[in-house]
């Protein structure tokens, strides 16, 4: 019977995925999930971030990790879940569409494993909605770093819920700041009113944003990047770009069919990002659920159309991005493997080929 071999990366062998050997649904699930098993975590944890720099992972959907000079490493709204289905009498989406229950179907891969990080000093939730504030996530990094979970009042709560002790969990709300070695981190305002109606929202109460959901501004050698979560497009983010010096910002995009505004349009982001100052602007969210997928170049365009200074990077799941370094980087390209490439050793056109 054949055996799974793995390479240094984690990924393991082709050739030995079709030997023979004993298989069963939990070996396939074990063998075959993640996707990228653990080599992001790998490289994540080997990664010297330059001075004067900070590095950011996409991981896919809402999801983001960040790394500073002095190793600081950071996951924001990490979601490690499948496609799942929300229903009217939790979800604030629902509430505003009508709909008794909606559909997410995950369509970008897993490319972390929450169970594999050996080191891990914060864990970012901009809200409660189970995409932002994760279990799988929770329960993973628990037990294997010594990590805070960080995240305003309802996020909170449900860490506590989920077993995590008061002394790992740090509670915002707009106008707090902190310092974790060379990260400053700023809680700043966000309004996300669909998570603002999710829970226990009644139809009569006031939006509280700041209870539901707050954006995470992560500073380190002085350069800045903010996390919007699920925001909608708000004039106050005018006071956030006048009150912080923002050079990356990270905000959600995405299809809205008529009846619903569950993510900013493209327009809507770039009129973020206008009002914030900022140097890049990054999207994310457009390419996770099935129904909210769209062609991110529209941003692009956009951007292009108002004759606007914003650099729009577009990323790719598990791509890299070093600001200031890849501020011209356009689009994230997946690496070709061409640095492996030896001609003369080609049994095609090599040395010794006939």
């Not at 970008?108 to 494993?113: A, Q």
């Not at 037990?143 to 960080?150: D, E, M």
């Not at 299809?255 to 809507?268: E, F, L």
């Not at 990323?315 to 390209?333: A, L």
């Amino acid at each position: 019977m054949g055996e799974l071999r793995y390479l240094p990366n984690t990924i393991p062998a082709s050739a030995s995925t079709s030997e023979d050997r004993e298989m069963t649904r939990e070996l396939w699930l074990n063998e075959v999930f993640p996707e990228w098993k653990s080599m992001l975590n790998i490289e994540i944890e080997n990664t010297q971030v330059d001075k004067n720099t900070f590095a950011l992972w996409f991981l896919g959907g809402p999801s983001w990790a960040y790394k500073s000079p002095e190793g600081i490493t950071c996951l924001i709204d990490n979601y490690s879940g499948s496609s799942q289905n929300s229903e009217e009498h939790y979800c604030g989406v629902c509430r505003t569409s009508g709909a008794p229950y909606l559909t997410w179907l995950r369509v970008n891969p897993h490319v972390i494993d929450p169970w594999k990080f050996s080191r891990l000093d914060l864990v970012f939730a901009t809200h409660h909605h189970q995409d932002h504030a994760d279990i799988y996530t929770v329960k993973g990094t628990l037990n294997s770093t010594k990590c805070k979970y960080v995240g305003p009042k309802n996020t909170v709560k449900k860490f506590r819920e989920w077993g995590v002790p008061d002394d790992r969990i740090i509670e915002v709300k707009p106008g707090d700041t902190f310092v974790v070695k060379d990260v400053s981190v700023t809680i700043e305002k966000n309004y996300d009113s669909m998570a603002a109606m999710t829970g226990d929202f009644k139809p009569d109460d006031p939006i509280d944003y700041d209870s539901n959901a707050v954006s995470f501004i992560l500073s380190s050698a002085g350069k800045s990047v903010i996390f919007l979560g699920d925001s909608l497009y708000h004039n106050g983010y005018a006071a956030v770009g006048h009150r912080n010096k923002i050079d990356v910002a990270i905000g959600d995009m995405g299809y809205n069919p008529p009846g619903i505004t569950d993510k900013m349009s493209p327009y809507d982001l770039y009129r973020v990002a206008e009002a914030l100052r900022t140097d890049v602007l990054i999207p994310d969210h457009y390419e996770n659920w099935g129904s909210s997928v769209l062609d991110p170049q529209q941003l692009v365009e956009i951007i292009k159309m108002n004759r606007s200074k914003i650099r729009p990077v577009l990323m790719r799941s598990g791509g890299k991005f070093v600001y200031p370094n890849d501020r011209e980087m356009d689009i994230y390209t997946y690496p070709d493997n061409s640095d492996r490439y030896d001609w003369k050793k080609s049994w095609v056109y090599g040395e010794n080929s006939r």
